[in-house]
C-alpha cells in the first residue's frame, strides 16, 4: 500500500492510489469524451488511437467566429469539462471549489454559523428551532424569532437558502440580525460558530430505543455514540434503527456504524473500475454483538444505508424489516483537476502526464490552489455485501416484508416528532412544536387546515377541544403537561399507525 501525506484523506472518502499508473489510457478517454459532448455523436469509426486536440481547437475557433455572443477559450474550456463528466450518470458532475466546498459542507454537516433552523412563512423567515448550546441560543434568538435582516440587508420575501447564505459566515465573524418582535425590530449581534449539524434522532419507545438517521454526515458516528450511550445508561439493549428515507452520504460513517452491530468479520467492498486505485475491503473488530437489532428501510435507503443493511443482514447482526431497498452500489470520490497551465507545467518539467492533481502527490508534489481547475465528483467503482451480493439497481430484499405505512389524514406517520416540552407557546407563537403538535393533533382526526408553525385561532381552538378531552385546563396554551401528553398520544399513534416499526418492535420482543 502506498504511503502518502493523503492517504487518510483518501481513507475517509474511500480509496486509496496505486503507485503505477495509466496515463495514456486517462489521457486518450478525456480526448474522446470532449469529441462526444460537442459532436453530438461519434465522428470516427474507427477505434484506433488517435489525437483529436487539433478537431477541439477548430470547433472552439469555429464557435468564436459565428457565433454571435461571448464565447471566450475559458468559456468553452468549462463547458467541455463540465459536459463531459455530466453526460457520465446522475451522480458525476464537475465542480469548481465553491461547488465543492457549498456541497462538503451539506454533506459534511460542518458550517459556520448562528445553530438556527429557519423556514419561510409567508414573506418572512423565522426560526423555527435553535440548536442547545449554539451562538442563536447564547445571543438570545428563540424559536418563532422573525429575522427581517442581516447585516442590513433585508430578508424580507427572500428564500430560505438566500435568507442562510447571508447569516452564515466564517466561524469567529460577526453577524448582526435584525429581529422582529411586539411591532419593533430589535437588533442582536451573534458572533458564528462551527454549527454541528445533528442527522440523528433517538429516543426510548417502551422499552425500545429507537434511532432515527437522517442521513451520513460527518457527526453521524458521534451523535449515534450518545445515543448509544443513553441507551446503555438506561438498561435498553433492544435497538432499532431507522433507515427509512436515508439517501446515504459519507461511506466511511456507514462503517462505523456497521461496527456497531456487526461481529468480526467483512462489513463491505469497495471495488475499483481503475487499476490505479487499491480495492478496500472493511472489518468490523467487535467480538461480541451488544444490542438486539432491527433496522428499518424502505424504497428510498440507499448508498452508505444499504452498505449497514446489507452488512447486518447478511451477517446476521439482525432483521431488516420494511420494503425493498433503492438498490445503489456506485460509490463516488472527489478528485481535484488540474488547470491546463498546471498540467503542461508538470508534464513539462517532471515528465507526469496527468490530469489527477492526487497523481501529483505521489511524487511529493502538492499543487498549489490557484493550480486546482475543479473537482470530478466521480462514481469510481461498486461495493459488494459481506457475502458478496451487487444490489445496485436490484437493492436488499428486507428478512421481514411489511409494507410503508399509509398516510394517516394526510399524515405521514413516519416523520411525525415528538415536542420539546422546553417552552411554553401562546397565540401568536411561531415554530416547529407547534407544528409538531399540529400533526399529532391531525393524526387524532382533529380538524386542521392550516399546518404550519404558526399558533393560529383554529389551533387554539383545537388544542382548548384537545385538553378538555385529556382533562387538563382548556387554557388554548400550549403549555409543558399538555406537551407531555401529545407526546404520550403520538407513541400510541406510532404503534398503531407505523406498522413497519410496530413489526419490528415486535421481533424484538419476542
Known amino acids: 500500500m502506498v504511503k502518502s501525506k493523503y492517504n487518510n484523506k483518501l481513507e475517509k472518502e474511500g480509496f486509496f492510489v496505486k503507485k503505477h499508473f495509466v496515463r495514456r489510457a486517462i489521457s486518450l478517454a478525456c480526448s474522446i469524451a470532449v469529441v462526444l459532448l460537442l459532436a453530438g455523436q461519434p465522428v470516427f469509426a474507427s477505434d484506433s488511437v488517435r489525437d483529436d486536440s487539433s478537431y477541439f481547437i477548430r470547433l472552439m475557433d469555429m464557435i468564436q467566429d459565428q457565433y454571435y455572443g461571448e464565447a471566450t477559450d475559458d468559456m468553452l474550456l468549462e463547458g467541455a469539462v463540465r459536459g463531459m463528466f455530466g453526460l457520465l450518470d446522475d451522480y458525476t458532475r464537475f465542480m469548481d471549489r465553491q461547488e465543492r466546498d457549498d456541497f462538503y459542507g451539506t454533506i459534511g454537516g460542518n458550517f459556520g454559523g448562528i445553530g438556527a433552523t429557519l423556514q419561510k412563512n409567508g414573506e418572512y423567515i423565522v426560526v423555527t428551532n435553535v440548536y442547545r448550546g449554539s451562538p442563536a441560543e447564547k445571543a438570545g434568538i428563540s424559536q418563532g424569532d422573525i429575522i427581517v435582516e442581516a447585516d442590513g440587508i433585508s430578508l424580507i420575501d427572500v428564500s430560505v437558502d438566500t435568507a442562510a447564505d447571508i447569516i452564515r459566515g466564517d466561524p469567529g465573524t460577526k453577524v448582526k440580525l435584525g429581529v422582529f418582535r411586539s411591532g419593533d425590530i430589535v437588533y442582536i449581534d451573534i458572533v458564528r460558530e462551527i454549527v454541528k449539524v445533528n442527522p440523528v434522532i433517538y429516543e426510548n419507545r417502551d422499552g425500545i430505543g429507537y434511532i432515527r438517521l437522517e442521513m451520513f454526515n460527518s457527526n453521524t458516528n458521534e451523535y449515534i455514540d450518545s445515543a448509544l450511550k443513553y441507551f446503555d445508561r438506561t438498561g435498553i439493549d433492544k435497538i432499532v434503527l431507522d433507515l427509512r428515507d436515508n439517501p446515504g452520504g459519507e461511506m466511511i460513517q456507514a462503517v462505523y456504524l456497521a461496527e456497531k452491530f456487526v461481529t468480526e468479520g467483512l462489513i463491505t467492498k469497495l471495488d475499483y473500475k481503475s487499476e490505479i486505485y487499491q480495492d478496500i475491503n472493511y472489518y468490523s473488530g467487535r467480538t461480541e454483538q451488544k444490542y438486539r437489532l432491527a433496522v428499518l428501510v424502505n424504497g428510498n435507503s440507499a448508498s452508505a444505508s444499504e452498505i449497514v443493511a446489507g452488512a447486518v443482514q447478511d451477517r446476521g447482526a439482525g432483521k431488516l424489516v420494511g420494503t425493498k431497498t433503492f438498490g445503489k452500489a456506485k460509490f463516488q470520490a472527489s478528485v481535484p483537476i488540474l488547470t491546463p497551465d498546471a498540467y503542461m507545467k508538470y508534464k513539462t518539467q517532471y515528465g507526469i502526464d496527468t490530469v489527477n492533481s492526487y497523481e501529483l502527490q505521489l511524487y511529493g508534489i502538492y499543487p498549489g490552489k490557484d493550480e486546482i481547475y475543479g473537482y470530478a465528483q466521480m462514481t469510481m467503482?461498486?461495493?459488494?455485501?459481506?457475502?458478496?451480493?451487487?444490489?445496485?439497481?436490484?437493492?436488499?430484499?428486507?428478512?421481514?416484508?411489511?409494507?410503508?405505512?399509509?398516510?394517516?389524514?394526510?399524515?405521514?406517520?413516519?416523520?411525525?416528532?415528538?415536542?420539546?416540552?422546553?417552552?411554553?407557546?401562546?397565540?401568536?407563537?411561531?415554530?416547529s412544536d407547534i407544528y409538531n403538535a399540529k400533526v399529532i393533533l391531525k393524526l387524532l382526526g382533529y380538524e386542521l387546515e392550516n399546518m404550519d408553525i404558526n399558533f393560529d385561532e383554529e389551533f387554539e381552538a383545537a388544542l382548548k377541544e384537545y385538553q378538555s378531552g385529556r382533562k387538563i385546563k382548556a387554557s388554548g396554551i400550549l403549555d409543558i403537561r399538555t406537551q407531555a401528553t401529545l407526546n404520550v398520544d403520538l407513541n400510541e399513534l406510532i404503534m398503531k399507525y407505523d406498522s413497519q416499526f410496530a413489526a419490528a418492535a415486535e421481533y424484538l420482543k419476542n
Open 381 to 431: 467503482g461498486l461495493y459488494y455485501t459481506p457475502s458478496g451480493k451487487m444490489i445496485d439497481g436490484v437493492g436488499i430484499t428486507p428478512d421481514i416484508q411489511v409494507e410503508d405505512p399509509e398516510y394517516v389524514n394526510g399524515i405521514d406517520i413516519r416523520f411525525a416528532e415528538k415536542l420539546s416540552a422546553s417552552v411554553i407557546l401562546k397565540p401568536g407563537s411561531r415554530g
